[in-house]
């Protein structure tokens, strides 16, 4: 069993938006995402998918998208993106999947997943506070972010993450200039051991903050950051 992630997807299935039109490094994605995809991961082995699946705007509009996710290899582990306006409750997506036999997908949302002895938690996060244009309503969804990453993380039973807690967000939990976020005094205060993030693109990249901070793992698993190629988290990062 091996564990990958990749986020930002960004599948156009059943609406007109593929991410060509955001250069050539996004050219014929969706086909690259997965051939890349069926030569890496086994089915046995689960992919977090941080944010960002679909352009869809509703969720019965995701039919097709699901359709290409159920059919790649592994279990895969969903939450949101600030693009997924197809999102729901937890109990309409779930029996959406349910009433339409799509059974290697989960999500994430407020509840946390045991792997093997990893625990999986996270939330979307949001905007960096220190933005020029950070709003009051930018603060109110911030502190609610942070509230859904405690509550996740206190949902895992902590007999069940002897191999480490890892927590997947789509935002980063830095500022542009690698300023920390309270999302990261979270972190630390559970034990994180690793955190996936991703969110950004191109130009993007120069603010990625990578590698130990505070003794947590951090990776940009952006999908055109990854040269679309799911990046293996366990055991070991891809080299």
Sequence with gaps: MAIFA???????CSVDKPMDVFGEAWSNYMQRIKSNWETTVQSEDYVIIPGDVSWAMYLEQMMDDFRFIEALPGKKIISKGNHDYWWNTLSKMNKFLQGHGFNTIRFMHNN????????LCGCRGWKYPGDADFSEEDKKIYERELHRLEFSLNSIPKEKSDRGIIVAMHYPPFGPGGEKTEFIEVMLKHGVAKCLYGHLHGKGFKNAVEGKVEGIEFRLVSADYLNFNPMRIFPGDTP
Excluded: P, R, V, Y
């Design 112 to 119: 946390s997943f045991n792997i093997e002895g990893f625990a």
């Design 6 to 12: 990749i986020s930002d997807l960004h599948l156009a």
